[in-house]
């Protein structure tokens, strides 16, 4: 069974790239999140996609942006790169109305902007 | 606002001993509260998850409390071992809320 997957595992952009990140979430898994970690810190919440549509949205500005495919696979954009955008992007995927709603989260995508 | 504090930042201790991580947050509205491993450079494995009508978890040498009503949860690991050398997270989901939100860690390292 597999697990989260996420591609690519490094990615290096300059300022001003656009960049896509994609995850398939667990087997039988229908909800996706996406988590930014900067060094050091805990991630932070960017988004959770359920049933192709943006539920719920963290404190990010509108440069960042995803989607869900019929298949639950999500991908998150991120337009115009800051050097602050650098980070650890996580996916995370849980099956909705569980009422346990635990998250398994992928390996991540690491993101360096030059 | 509601946050998630993690106390201490980093902790070294010899094999074998028992420790205690500590989480604590500011809403005692809580819909789940999770605690994490991480590896560097890695992505987050579950540990243990408590439900907000639950007191604790248990699963083989941890143990993670929850007390709501203080604002706290703890996580006990018995007989420590280098292998456990990692980012421990604690994180809540608030009532009304999808997302989790995480404390910056605890690092552990193991001294064998």
């Known amino acids: 069974d597999a697990g989260v997957t996420q591609s690519p595992t490094h990615l290096i952009k300059t300022r001003g790239q656009q960049v896509t990140l994609r995850c398939s979430p667990k087997?039988?898994?229908?909800?996706v999140s996406w988590y930014q970690q900067a060094l050091g810190q805990g991630p932070q919440f960017i988004f959770q996609?359920?049933?192709?549509?943006?539920?719920q949205r963290g404190n990010f500005p509108d440069r960042f942006s995803g989607h869900q495919f019929p298949n639950y696979s999500s991908e998150l954009n991120v337009n115009a790169l800051l050097l602050g955008d650098s980070a650890l992007y996580l996916c995370a995927s849980s099956l909705v109305g569980t009422g346990n709603e635990k998250l398994f989260f992928g390996s991540g995508t690491q993101l360096s902007v030059l | 606002k509601q946050e998630v504090t993690q106390i201490p930042a980093a902790l070294s201790v010899p094999e074998g001993e028992n420790l205690v991580l500590n989480c604590s947050f500011t809403d005692s509205a809580i819909y789940n509260l999770q605690w994490f491993r991480q590896d560097p450079g890695k992505g987050l494995t579950s540990l243990l998850l408590i439900q907000s009508s639950q007191r604790e978890q248990t699963s083989g040498r941890l143990n993670a409390s929850l007390d709501k009503s203080s604002g706290r949860s703890t996580l006990y690991i018995a007989a420590s071992q280098p292998g456990d050398s990692a980012t421990y997270l604690c994180a809540v989901c608030y009532t009304g809320r999808r997302a989790l939100t995480f404390g910056s860690g605890t690092r552990l390292q193991v001294q064998p």
């Open positions: 087997s039988g898994h229908d909800t």
């Open positions: 996609y359920y049933e192709e549509e943006e539920r």
